[in-house]
């Protein structure tokens, strides 16, 4: 059965450093990854997504993943957060089902 | 376009009443999700349908729970008698095409308190 990690439930950072949100996967076939978004009482959106090719995934509003296979990651970067990246932050893992299956979420708090 | 569109945003019941959640799905979208959201275990996958026929219901709790897709564009999500510890915020989620490729669309989501 597949599962996500995602090894912190809140993460704080300063306006304009750099942020690394941790999630790692657990599935015994070929996976396809994902990161959605929720800001206050608000549904999720989707980030970005892995489905196969280059590893290294742009999204919106300037975030990157980068799919690791060996280590079972897929962690969400961005070099410069701004307040308005304030928000729950979910990594998701789906194979050859059609299931989508969330990780616990990491809220991330920006301090100016 | 409208996105998806789930009703009510608040529900306020005491434990033993019916419930029932509604959700309107993207037109020419062919699956929905029900999705539970709590602090204790994140966001827990319900149920799911693809062209109006269900999937899979193991995410459903117990027989307290259901939920009916009668046609391509409404599906309720019920539960009868409802107790404390329903109280979540639930969403409905479409796509068209599967996980694999098709992008979630989430509404904004049915907060439900049962006290």
């Known amino acids: 059965a597949q599962s996500v990690t995602q090894l912190d439930s809140q993460v704080p950072v300063f306006e304009e450093a750099p942020v690394e949100l941790r999630c790692n996967y657990s599935s015994s076939v070929s996976v396809y990854l994902f990161w959605y978004v929720q800001y206050p009482n608000q549904g999720l959106q989707l980030l970005l997504k892995?489905?196969?090719?280059?590893?290294l995934v742009k999204g919106i509003n300037g975030f990157e993943a980068e799919f690791n296979k060996s280590q079972t990651s897929f962690h969400l970067r961005k070099p410069s957060v701004h307040i308005s990246d304030t928000a729950e932050y979910f990594c998701?893992?789906?194979?050859?089902?059609?299931?989508?299956?969330f990780g616990k979420g990491t809220r991330l708090h920006i301090l100016p | 376009d409208a996105g998806v569109i789930q009703s009510p945003r608040h529900e306020v019941t005491e434990m033993g009443q019916e419930v029932t959640l509604r959700c309107k799905p993207i037109s020419g979208h062919d699956y929905l999700f029900w999705y539970r959201q709590t602090m204790m275990r994140g966001l827990e996958l319900l149920i799911y349908?693809?062209?109006?026929?269900?999937?899979?219901d193991s995410g459903m709790p117990e027989d307290r729970f259901s939920a009916k897709m009668p046609n391509a564009s409404f599906s309720t999500l019920k539960i009868q008698p409802s107790e404390p510890r329903d109280s979540a915020v639930y969403f409905c989620?479409?796509?068209f095409g599967t996980g694999l490729i098709g992008e979630l669309f989430f509404g904004e989501g049915s907060r439900l308190t049962v006290l």
């Open positions: 998701a893992v789906s194979d050859r089902d059609d299931k989508i299956i």
């Open positions: 989620a479409s796509s």
């Open positions: 349908f693809n062209n109006n026929v269900p999937i899979d």
């Open positions: 892995y489905l196969s090719g280059s590893t």
